[in-house]
């Protein structure tokens, strides 16, 4: 079983930037970025396809223009760029899998205003 463990959240003011990571102990195909905040359900922020599918990827609507999914998978990692935050960006992030869901432990991002 691959693991995926993320990092890079923190706590930035409104309007600030953060990247996050998600590093995969093995090789990983389509994969996404979820958040989770206090007291609300999952809800997907954006996915990578497979490499072999010209890396395209899609964004939830809240998101779109102003975060950025991106992967390098000779480090089997994928990264999520977040700028502009606001405070609704406030979550639990995780990166999992297309395929099953399967996901890491998360890494907390908190915006204040």
């Known amino acids: 079983q691959v693991q995926l463990v993320e990092s890079g959240g923190g706590l930035v003011q409104a309007g600030g930037s953060l990247r996050l990571s998600c590093a995969a102990s093995g090789r990983t195909y389509a994969m996404k970025w979820v958040r989770q905040a206090p007291g609300k359900p999952l809800e997907w922020v954006a996915t990578s396809f497979h490499p072999l599918a010209h890396n395209i990827t899609t964004y939830a609507p809240y998101v779109k223009g102003r975060f950025t999914i991106s992967r390098d998978n000779a480090k089997n990692t994928l990264y999520l760029q977040m700028n502009s935050l606001t405070p609704d960006d406030t979550a639990i992030y995780y990166c999992?899998?297309?395929?099953?869901?399967?996901r890491g432990q998360g890494t907390q991002v908190t915006v204040s205003s």
């Open positions: 999992a899998r297309l395929q099953d869901d399967y």
